[in-house]
């Protein structure tokens, strides 16, 4: 075997043929196995979360648009949700937050709303009532 060292990559006007002699030591390298070390290797773990915990909020606008759509808040929140959810299937992650933090948004004001208007649906024939 030679043992001369030689460069693996040759210019690619030289007219030579690439040197060989590298792919041979590698190749023996690799049978033979790697040279046995006293010190233990160390590792690099990487976590790769396949799944996002990002809230898309439909059970929450499907709630809203059929029991509380004050001013079809809970109607246009439903749209939303579902885009939400949408993008994060296909792994578009900022888009997917954009459109649930307006889900969100959406279904708290029409929450509000909702609350506020059975509430006056209630007091106000009430206080009708006592008044006659």
């Known amino acids: 075997m030679n043992h001369?060292?030689?460069?693996f990559f040759t210019p690619v006007n030289s007219g030579q043929p690439p040197?060989?002699?590298m792919l041979k030591e590698e190749h023996e390298v690799a049978v033979?196995?790697?040279p046995h070390n006293p010190a233990p290797p160390?590792?690099?773990m990487i976590h790769i979360h396949s799944?996002?915990?990002m809230p898309d909020c439909v059970?929450?606008?499907?709630?809203?648009t059929?029991?509380?759509n004050s001013?079809?808040?809970g109607l246009i929140a439903f749209p939303y949700s579902m885009t939400s959810r949408d993008r994060k299937m296909v792994g578009d992650l900022t888009g997917a937050q954009a459109y649930a933090s307006t889900t969100k948004c959406l279904n708290i004001w029409a929450l509000i709303l909702g609350i506020l208007m059975t509430i006056l649906l209630i007091v106000i024939p009430v206080l009708i009532l006592q008044a006659c």
């Open 4 to 7: 001369m060292v030689q460069t």
């Open 59 to 64: 059970v929450w606008s499907l709630f809203n």
């Open 19 to 21: 040197n060989y002699e």
């Open 32 to 34: 033979l196995g790697a």
């Open 71 to 73: 001013c079809c808040l």
């Open 42 to 44: 160390t590792s690099t």
């Open 51 to 53: 799944e996002t915990s």
């Open 66 to 68: 059929l029991f509380m």
